[in-house]
């Protein structure tokens, strides 16, 4: 067994890390002139010491990692991204299958965890945006606002007023209360335009 043994199942190849991306697309966009300080003196002594402490130290342990990196065989520097397969929702398991419960609640949570993040992104682009167009905020980043506002209110319509303990029976009971409650009032406004 190599280091070129095929990946495990579920784990697609290497993309770059999304956070450096995020940081690139968010705040390297832009030129910025870094003023340098010129020493004055001949010696320079903060200079020489600290070429000297990375000479003697710093260096060789370089080296002696790189040399490591190659005789190893584990790659640390590539992000993969792992995809679950889907598994029966919570309404789909009989009761008394404790595994599929336990599989569709776990599944639940990465689904609360990845749409709890999709409204924090859009939270963070809509704050830089909004930091770069200080003064026309309300017409540059109409899109995204409209983008949040409506994440936002999915989640909050999926997950909100659910309390501390959330799990896939109590969201599976809000969402057939809603239901409940659309039909009834579709029910009631049919009445009415009848009458």
């Not at 007023?161 to 406004?189: C, D, H, W």
Request: hydrophobic share 30%; proline share 3%.
């Amino acid at each position: 067994m190599g280091c070129e043994d095929k990946l495990p199942c579920g784990v697609t190849g290497p993309i770059t890390d999304p956070l450096d991306n995020f940081i690139k697309q968010t705040y390297h966009d832009r030129e910025m002139a870094v003023l340098n300080r010129e020493e004055k003196s001949f010696l320079k002594p903060m200079k020489l010491a600290h070429t000297t402490i990375h000479l003697l130290f710093t260096k060789p342990a370089e080296i002696i990692n790189s040399v490591f990196d190659t005789i190893s065989c584990k790659k640390s520097n590539k992000f993969y991204h792992q995809k679950f397969a889907r598994v029966k929702e919570i309404w789909e398991c009989d009761q008394s299958d404790p595994t599929c419960v336990f599989e569709a609640e776990q599944q639940f949570k990465r689904d609360h965890m990845v749409d709890l993040e999709i409204v924090e992104i859009l939270r963070e682009r809509l704050d830089v945006c909004e930091l770069r167009n200080e003064y026309s905020y309300d017409v540059n980043c109409k899109e995204i606002n409209e983008l949040f506002e409506s994440a936002s209110n999915s989640y909050h319509i999926k997950y909100g007023e659910l309390g501390v303990k959330l799990n896939a029976r109590n969201t599976l009971n809000k969402q057939k209360n809603r239901f409940v409650e659309n039909r009834y009032l579709q029910r009631m406004l049919k009445r009415k335009v009848e009458e």
